[in-house]
């Protein structure tokens, strides 16, 4: 326990480093899941279209390359547009960008199902009462909408916890860096490894409990709820 106590303090900033990135990408891939539902939906082809096609693609490839492409392509193209004065990506930019997009992509497809899981007619029935198109949104189809929709939400959120380990790849000191780091100064990576992969798991069994928690929570007042 002696490597693993003096490198603790190291782990625990590479954890908080961690966690930002985590929490970061499924806020924003949220909102971006959320709008390209919306577009999905949408009875224009020139939005709906492009949607579908951007979603697949990005749920098609590896989210390493997505990763890679951001950070390399992006700081090449970079360079050519700017030149000597281009700025340089960060890799926790690069990570968060790649994560929000591989996030917000399988989202759009959790918040669309979840939509057409609303009955039409109570929007319509909420229009006829004089309600506003944002009223409907807002009262009608939300509470419904995140009641289905945070268990496939959870699911993503616990997978791109997991995907934070990818970006230590292109040198953001995240948990996964700093346990790399000790095990080649204490050459014990056994030990390291299995510390970084306790973290994760204790990430996602609080994960676990919160969703539980939160699926109870919205299902309360429904038919069959305890």
Request: aromatic letters at 12%; charged letters at 15%.
């Amino acid at each position: 326990m002696g490597p693993v106590t003096e490198y603790l303090p190291l782990l625990l900033l590479g954890l908080a480093t961690t966690l930002k990135l985590a929490v970061s990408t499924a806020v924003l891939g949220l909102i971006l899941g959320l709008l390209l539902a919306l577009a999905k939906l949408s009875r224009h082809g020139w939005l709906s279209r492009p949607a579908y096609w951007v979603t697949n693609f990005l749920r098609g490839i590896p989210e390493f390359l997505v990763l890679l492409v951001i950070y390399f392509g992006g700081t090449q193209m970079l360079g050519q547009v700017f030149g000597d004065r281009a700025p340089d990506i960060s890799p926790f930019f690069a990570g968060l960008a790649a994560l929000t997009l591989v996030f917000g992509s399988y989202a759009s497809e959790t918040f669309r199902a979840a939509f057409q899981s609303v009955p039409k007619g109570q929007i319509e029935a909420g229009r006829a009462y004089g309600f506003s198109a944002w009223q409907c949104f807002r009262y009608i189809q939300l509470p419904q909408i995140w009641r289905v929709a945070i268990p496939g939400l959870g699911n993503l959120w616990q997978g791109s916890v997991k995907d934070t380990a990818l970006v230590s790849v292109i040198g953001l000191d995240d948990v996964m860096r700093k346990a790399q780091q000790a095990a080649q100064s204490t050459r014990e990576p056994f030990t390291f490894y299995l510390v970084a992969s306790l973290m994760f798991l204790i990430i996602t069994l609080v994960s676990m409990w919160i969703i539980a928690k939160a699926e109870k929570r919205a299902s309360r007042g429904m038919p069959g709820a305890r």
